[in-house]
Each structure stands twice: as C-alpha cells, then as structure tokens.
C-alpha cells in the first residue's frame, strides 16, 4: 500500500539522507519526497526544523519497522498512514464550465482531502457557447473515488454542466 | 412438415422486411421443417387475408404501389381475434409511452393461444412481467429478439447459449441514430445539428428525433435486458437517463486528444442500476464501434466479458432476429 509520511527534520545539511536510510535498509519503494524548505520557509515547524512529506509503498510491516528506525534515530515523524493517490478518473464536463466558476469546481474536488485535480484542458469554441472540459482527478482508493464522483454529479447537476463518466466507473 | 399460420401485424419497413426474407429463406425453412403460411396483413389502413396464404410478393407490390395492403377496414387486434392462425408476427410501430396497439395486439395474441414474435418493445418496456405470465398462462411462447439490438444477438445469447454463467452486468451501444450522430461530429467536425440533419436526410434518424437522441430508446432496450436476463420487474421509468443533445465537436475533439471517445452507453447491473448516458470509452476499446453498428459487453463470472456487435436497425437485420425467433420456436429438434 501506499503511504505518506510527513516527518520532522533539523534544517541542517545530510538530514535528509539519514532520515531516508531506515527507508532504504528496509526496502520500501519510494515514490516521493516533498522538502519544504524552499518553500519561502512556510512549512518551517519552528526551531530550526523542516517538514518533509514522503510518499512510500510497502506492507505494513515494513511500513512500521521504518517508522520504529526513525524513531531510533531521533526522526520525529508528525504524521503517518494516509494514503497517497491511486486512482485516477478522466471526466468531461459539457457547457458553460468557466462561467459557472470552474475555480470554485476545482477546490471543491480539491477541497475533499481525498482527491485532487491534477490535470485539465479545455476547449472554449466562442463566446456564449459550452465549454468542454477534460479534468483528471487522482483519489486516494475505490471507495473514495465513487465519493468524488458523487460529488462531480452534484457540481454538475447545480452547475447544469453535462457530466461524461468513463465506462469502467462502477 | 410443420406448417405454421402466421400474421404479420405492421406492414412498415420491419413488416416487409419480414415478409422479404420470408421469401428469401423459404427453402431454408422447409429444409428445416417449416412451412410459414402468412394467412394476414395487417397495417394501418386495414388488412388484407387468405386463409390459404397470401402471395407476399404480391402484397409487397401492392404496398409500394398504393401505400397500403388495406382490402378490409380491420385493426391488428381484431386480424389477431378473427383469423385462424398460430402466430402473430407483431412489428406494428413502437410507442414506449403507452405501449400503443402492440400492446392490445399481444395481449389478444395470448389470450386466444398464439405465439408472438415481436420486434415492438413498447409494450415489453411497459408490461413485462404481465405480458410474459399472460403468455405462460395461454401456454403461448413469446419471442423478442428483435427488440434490442436488430441483428445483434443479446437476449437468446444470455438465456440460451451462455446457460449456467452468472451475469453481473451488460453494457453497450444500443442505439445505432446516436452512435452515427456521434461518430460523424468527429469525422466531418460538424455541430451535433448538422450532422443531425445529414442522418434525417439519410433516413438515419426520425424527423422527429427525440426518441432516440434523449436515449428512450436505449432506455426501452436497457429495460427489456433487465427484467429478461435479470428477471427484474422495471419499466422505462426506472431508467436514469441523459441523451447526446449536449454533446458538442469541440467535447468530442478534446476527448479524441486524449485517446477517447464519447459514446451513449446503456448500462444494467444486476443490483438493479439502469442508466442510458454518455460515457467516455478509449479509442480501440470493444466498445468504440463506429457508425450505425451497435454493441453489448456481457460481464459473467465463467465466461468472463463477452462481447457481440451487429446492425442494430435495418429491416433486414431485424427481420433475420424475427426469423431467428420463429425458428427457435417451431424447429423440431
């Protein structure tokens, strides 16, 4: 499965590579590491330390003795367990889809913690005339992703966008 | 021998292409024991009989000379109570709303003991259940291949040929005016009113298009899949349904970029789900078939997904799911 893990590093050069040691000596494959510290400092969590999100894939077990190796060595881990995104839908909205706030569209996908809007095109013929939007979400599992798309029939019916679903949606 | 006395109750494009390869297969039939005396015509006129047998050849000259076979002011239904025959061929045109004299027309069919072959799913979308126990009652068989999918072979598929599988759903193209409108927006990249006006032209679609295009159509078919192979009690009503009006070149464009189509897709799922909608498929996908063609994918648990294409109109092409029926009713095994 897959996992974030959000953890608590000095702000000090080689904190990262030791941080991802435990990750490497127990074989876990890691999909990616997030470093906020050129983020304009934002991330900063005070005391001279930086966050760093990591996105792994493992068992559980594996997944646990990575977290008891950090914890060995003095990685203060904040967060742990959500999992990162595993499915991915392609939709297409039909109509007047800039007009009817497709800012407000996206956060509100966004918004779910479960799924994000990773990916969108749109076609604007003219003025006046409906939009075609190709919007790809990721979602972080099945169960989530038939909530996201709960709530694009919601947006799409207060919004009267037609919605075009894929065929392998269940 | 086994001569069968039929009507043919319609005598618009279906009803003479039913007569067409009538004629066609006549040695064929009687290759296989079959002998189809058409007794009746009926159309919307009136009807023309010889307890005898009708010369069809003759019948079909008469319609395209006058318009109509009409030597008796007689409806369908009382063709069906007052002649002496064994099956009623009933491929009078369809209405989903009330079931129209197709409705009348199979109920007198059963309620006198005969056999019906139809291609008419206004009345199977309405009264299912009721028609399907009144035909049980009469100890009459009732056939119905013609109405989902014209050529296409779903409904004998699934409860004969794929006998023992457990379905989990069936989804598919059931609608050929829809999957031509859509397949030629993208080719000529034309509005959906274009290329609608080119399929009216062509005889693609209906003057009056709503009934295809909104999906009722596809809805009426998706209904008579369920409660056949699912053996659910649902009426058109109980379809979540969303036509193509809106779709537009630029949606199509865009989805094509992407690898991807937008077909109208008719969905039914054995926990009861029906819905008729657009729905994006991937180019090269079973289901991205092109043109008039329609298509269905079955989801079992044996055979896995099985998927069938075919002409889903013509008279022709509907006539040989009529002929397939008659067959499969009085071929002696």
Redesign the interface.
Known sequence: MKVTMDIELKDEPGQLISALEPVSSNKANLISVFHYHKTGGMTKTGGGKVQVQLVLDAKVPVIEKIKEDMEKAGIRILRIGEEKYLETI???M??HVVNTDIRDTISRIDQTGIAEVTDM?????EIN????A?ITINAIGNDELKKVVALLKEIAKEKDL?L????EIE | MKTVKASIIGFGSIGQGVARVLLMKKDYLEKEGIDIKVVAIADSKGAVIDENGLDLEKCLDMKAEKGTIAEKKMTGAEVIEQVDHDLVIEVSPTDVITGGAGLLNMQTAFEKGLDVVTSNKGPLTLKFKELNELADKNVCDFRYEATVGGAMPIINLTKEVMAGNEIASIKGIFNGTCNYILTRMLEEKSSYSEILTEAVDLGIAETDPTYDVEGIDAAGKIVILANTVFGMNKTINDVDRTGITQITYEALEICSKNGKTIKLIGEVKKNGSLTVSPRLVPIGHPLSVSGTLNVASIQTDLAGEITVTGRGAGSIETASAILSDIISIYKEY
């Open positions: 392609t939709v297409v039909i109509g095109s749109l076609s604007m013929p005339k409906p939009t075609s190709v037609l075009v679903l894929p065929i």
